[in-house]
């Protein structure tokens, strides 16, 4: 994920929600060469390529799963439209407004609100990231049991010795120089689209979209007494995984032919990716009841595909998603290795982290963190936790970021608008809108995370803190000096606190 082209190298390759790096798995991108070059198409289809990931093959089943009905989901999709787009602006903006911020997307919540809160803005993106590689095993090797089926649905003790072997392999090629194997990318970008355009196109020319399927869904959450609000935040989470890595989106801005056409291209790559999202999810709910896709295994849109027509479609999903997570694991464990080791460049997290091998490969940062997804993994072989467990931790971790991003660009809207002029057009009513309404849009999501999200989010945030400390004593700087700080160790303490009570008396399962 980047917030802009001028951030951290890391920052440049999407972490949880998007599956394929556009940028190479080094993070050094392909974007930091060239620069110049792209008109508004190219980029355009570049910021495609960033934003949509592997969420899209497990919609159709997902948004079943929460029993919201067809408007619920619709109304979900409409909200988050409207909210994604504002955070999209707001990087877009702050790129433009604040180019030295180079620490990545965290660096905008040091800027605002003190390195404490840069710190935790740090820390929620690096295990939003190893979080993704464990929600990416299990979508992987739940494809893989269409074909081997001792895999069983992905989280069995197979599928954590495939994905154990798979990640540590990864860490020994990245700790010997290798980020990135020849045309990795080019495989990854065909394996995703393609799929899921030929999905769209069959269901749509061979007329497997059922209308009076379709109305069928459209109410049938009613059906069950759920509130309609209950149905539309239990979407929530959903929308947001899908779009996850939306801050890379402006990494391209660098090489853009015309400044003016950054804007314009993230739009309309924005308005693509929603209409393709869309298209699945809709058409999804014309071939099957939502009763029937909700116990669809991962990923869903293979289950949608064979039922329409046949083996073949299935067979198309399963095999793009396995060509698709194969490679983007790779970009996954170079990315949630890079980035705590370049925020420990930055003074941000200890200084271990910050150390390489002889190949400069993050070695320390690669063991830690591949021992963390280690652990998940046990976790998952353990619990009744799966995939899209996984994903809304990965998720709601990276809301912070988020969250603060947004926060800093509306502080500077309402405080500094100055600091617009000559470097960004627009009404200034509307670049406070969009960061108002970013703000707004992140608490909505935490709240959508529900009891159990929260709780774990909690317990995950609060660790950091010892790391923050001994960091800060390791450089004999002052810590929690604030009384911003103060409060935000209270809070998460408490939380955690809470949280472990609620766990122990069986009140929160995971």
């Given amino acids: 994920m980047s917030a802009s082209a001028s ?3 890391s920052a440049s390759v ?8 556009s940028a190479s798995a080094d993070g050094s991108s392909e974007m930091a060469h060239g620069k110049g070059n792209l008109g508004i198409f190219r980029l355009a289809t570049t910021v495609i390529t960033l934003i949509m990931g592997g969420g899209v093959f497990t919609l159709s089943g997902d948004q079943a799963a929460g029993g919201a009905s067809g408007a619920a989901i619709l109304t979900a999709w409409s909200i ?20 030295e911020l180079k620490g990545g997307i965290y660096s905008y919540a040091n800027a605002g609100f003190g390195d404490f809160l ?3 803005s740090a820390w929620g993106y690096w295990i939003s990231a190893l979080l993704c590689t464990v929600s990416f095993s299990a979508l992987l090797f739940g494809a893989l049991a269409y074909f081997f089926p001792v895999f069983g649905e992905g989280t069995n003790l197979a599928s954590v010795i495939g994905a154990s072997l798979l990640i540590w392999f990864y860490v020994f090629l990245v700790s010997r120089g290798i980020k990135e194997a020849t045309g990795v990318n080019a495989v990854i970008t065909i394996s995703k689209f393609v799929p899921i355009f030929v999905g769209i196109t069959a269901i749509i020319f061979l007329q497997k979209f059922d209308l009076g399927i379709f ?8 059906e069950s007494g759920m509130p309609f609000f209950d149905q539309v935040s239990s979407t929530m989470m959903i929308t947001i995984w899908v779009f996850v890595g939306i801050e890379g989106a402006v990494a391209i801005s660098g090489r853009a032919k015309k400044e003016r056409d950054v804007g314009k291209a993230t739009i309309i790559a924005f308005v693509c990716v929603l209409s393709i999202y869309l298209m699945v999810s809709m058409l999804s709910m014309g071939v099957m009841p939502l009763s029937e896709l909700a116990e669809l295994p991962n990923p869903a849109l293979a289950g949608v595909m064979e039922h329409a027509v046949g083996q073949w479609g299935a067979i198309l999903i399963n ?16 990315l949630s290795s890079e980035s705590p080791y370049e925020a420990a460049e930055q003074g941000v997290f200890i200084k271990a982290f910050a150390k390489t091998n002889k190949k400069g490969a993050p070695i320390v940062t690669l063991v830690v963190t591949n021992i963390i997804v280690e652990a998940f993994l046990i976790i998952m072989l353990f619990s009744d936790s799966t995939y899209q467990f996984f994903y809304t931790l990965s998720a709601g971790m990276i809301l912070l970021p988020y969250l603060l991003s947004a926060a800093y660009f509306a502080k500077l809207a309402f405080t500094k608008p100055d600091a617009f002029a000559g470097k960004i057009g627009g009404n200034m009513v509307l670049w406070r809108v969009f960061g108002v309404l970013g703000v707004v849009y992140s608490f909505f999501l935490a709240w959508a995370s529900g009891a159990v999200g929260l709780t774990i989010m909690s317990l995950l945030y ?13 450089r004999n700087e002052p810590y929690l000096a604030s009384a911003l700080d103060k409060v935000v160790v209270a809070i998460i303490l408490v939380a955690a606190v809470v949280s ?3 766990i122990a008396t069986g009140q929160v399962a995971f």
Avoid: D, W
């Avoid at 999407?14 to 790096?21: D, E, N």
């Fill in 7 to 9: 951030q951290h190298p």
């Fill in 14 to 21: 999407a972490p949880a929600g998007s599956t394929v790096p």
């Fill in 80 to 99: 988050s439209g409207v909210g994604v787009l504002c955070l999209v602006m707001t990087f877009y903006a702050l790129s433009r407004i604040k180019p």
């Fill in 118 to 120: 840069g710190f935790n």
């Fill in 215 to 222: 109305m069928a869904n459209m109410a049938q959450g009613a």
């Fill in 319 to 334: 095999g793009g998603v396995v060509l698709s997570l194969v490679g983007a694991m790779l970009g996954y464990t170079v």
């Fill in 462 to 474: 609060a660790p950091g803190i010892l790391v923050y400390i001994k960091g800060k004593k390791e």
């Fill in 500 to 502: 472990i009570v609620l």
